[in-house]
């Protein structure tokens, strides 16, 4: 009981104070999130524009594993990239474990998959109408495929909202490979974890808060999004 | 440009849907296709404006004596307004834009256009609405203003009227005689109504089952 309102205390006092290692976590988290947010949506887009889209033998297949992706466990995804990034696996030469690189390179594996399996979704649920429309008024076959993605925008920006809340929240994945290496891979959860196992309340706790009020957000721009997707009543 | 149509035949799912079908439409006139539902009117417009192709015949445009390539270039010739149209989930105005930014005109020719086809289609007030939240027969309005503003050669227009009131009514098929005064482009529609078809078309054309059984005066 003490150590919660004292840990609160101090938490605030620290927030407050715009404390410099605090500061530091928070800037690396978007800054490792924000870009592996970009690189996912620059991947996961297309592809899922291109399943939606073209048809190819195994279609089927690539869908259902897009889905399964989605659901990938972080510590699965952390221990299969320490293998491949430690020194004795095959891209250990490259020296990125435990470095930011090695945080966004996880972050964006795990994200890749919902925005590329929420994109497909939202543009195979386009009206095929908006495409033959797209056609009549001499659209080539690219503009067409832009048209369509430009009226799957709200599903598609759902999609990458959603790869930002994952990516922000997940701590697994990014503690195997970032190993939480004081002013230079530790980010917000990997210090909750670890600040917590020590003892050390108040950082986590503040940490905690901020990462609360992250994700508030997140929801509810998300929230937003859908619900201007929502509003067009359909004829 | 001309339009021969020779002998197409097309079946879905082994059903024969249109059978030896052969049509020449002329430059500048405009025809009205008539026949019960499901005889395959609309079916001929989608394979006539290029957006499907027949199992079998030919569909050729022709400028002069010679025979058009079927590309880009012609399809941006033609348009149909599909029934139900198809708006865009965006404003009126970036919906009646859309064909003209795709071709790549100018800003200044862009604007012209889609003020004048705006105004003409009734929609200049609603021009920053979304389309989607139009009633039916002003977003058969806004298909025709869409497709209106390429200046096609050749309109197809789908059962343009077939659920507006008589005001909408009258609107559209003001743009269609007015087009037909111009005689820039051939006009084709499908239609139920005779009446209309005699108001508006030099030539009629009956369906039933698939086949052309008789191409007549209004
Ligand atoms: N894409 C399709 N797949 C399967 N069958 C189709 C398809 N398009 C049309 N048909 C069938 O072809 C036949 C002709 O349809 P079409 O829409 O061309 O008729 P229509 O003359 O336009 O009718 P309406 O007056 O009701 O608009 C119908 O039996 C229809 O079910
Ligand atoms: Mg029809």
Redesign the pocket.
């Known amino acids: 009981m003490h150590s919660i309102s004292e840990g609160l205390i101090k938490a605030f006092s620290l927030i407050g104070s715009f404390d410099a290692d605090l500061l530091k976590i928070i800037f690396l988290t978007l800054e490792v999130s924000g870009v592996a947010l970009l690189i996912a949506t620059a991947l996961g887009l297309p592809l899922g524009a291109l399943v939606g889209l073209r048809k190819f033998p195994l279609q089927r297949v690539a869908i259902s594993l897009m889905n399964t992706f989605m659901g990938l466990p972080p510590v699965v995804v952390g221990l299969f990239l320490y293998l491949i990034l430690s020194r004795s696996g095959p891209l250990g030469f490259m020296g990125l474990l435990y470095t930011p690189l090695a945080m966004i390179l996880a972050q964006t594996i795990l994200a890749l998959p919902i925005i590329a399996s929420l994109s497909h979704s939202a543009i195979v649920n386009v009206d095929p109408i908006i495409r033959q429309a797209s056609i009549t008024l001499g659209a080539t076959p690219v503009q067409v495929t832009l048209n369509i993605m430009k009226e799957a925008r709200y599903g598609i920006m759902s999609g990458i909202i959603a790869g930002l809340g994952r990516v922000m929240a997940e701590v697994g994945a990014v503690l195997i490979v970032g190993g939480n290496i004081a002013g230079y891979t530790r980010v917000m959860t990997t210090t909750i974890a670890l600040e917590t196992d020590k003892g050390n309340f108040e950082l986590a706790i503040a940490l905690g808060i901020i990462l609360l009020v992250l994700s508030l957000a997140i929801n509810m721009f998300l929230h937003l999004v859908q619900r201007k997707g929502a509003l067009q009543p359909i004829r | 440009m001309k339009l021969n149509v020779s002998d197409i035949n097309k079946s879905?799912?082994g059903k024969a849907?249109l059978q030896d079908c052969s049509v020449s439409f002329e430059k500048g006139a405009v025809y009205a296709l008539m026949?019960?539902?499901?005889?395959?009117?609309?079916?001929?417009l989608r394979i006539c404006a290029l957006l499907e192709t027949p199992d079998k015949g030919s569909v050729e445009y022709l400028s002069g004596d010679s025979i058009v390539r079927n590309d880009i270039g012609l399809r941006r010739r033609i348009t149909l307004v599909l029934?139900g149209v198809g708006v865009f989930n965006t404003t009126v105005h970036k919906n009646v834009v859309y064909g003209l930014k795709i071709r790549g005109l100018s800003k200044e020719e862009i604007r012209r256009r889609a003020d004048s086809a705006l105004e003409f289609a009734g929609l200049l007030h609603k021009k920053d609405h979304n389309a989607l939240t139009l009633s039916t027969g002003e977003g058969q309005r806004l298909g025709i203003a869409r497709a209106m503003v390429i200046e096609p050669e050749i309109l197809f227009l789908d059962?343009p009227t077939v659920s507006t009131d008589q005001e909408n009514t009258a609107i559209i098929e003001g743009i269609i005689l007015d087009m037909k005064k111009k005689g820039m482009s051939t006009v084709i529609i499908?239609t139920?109504d005779p009446a209309q078809a005699e108001r508006l078309t030099d030539r009629v054309l009956i369906?039933r089952d698939g086949k052309i059984i008789e191409q007549k005066s209004p």
């Open positions: 879905y799912n849907v026949g019960p539902n499901g005889s395959g009117k609309s079916t001929f029934p059962e499908t139920h369906m």
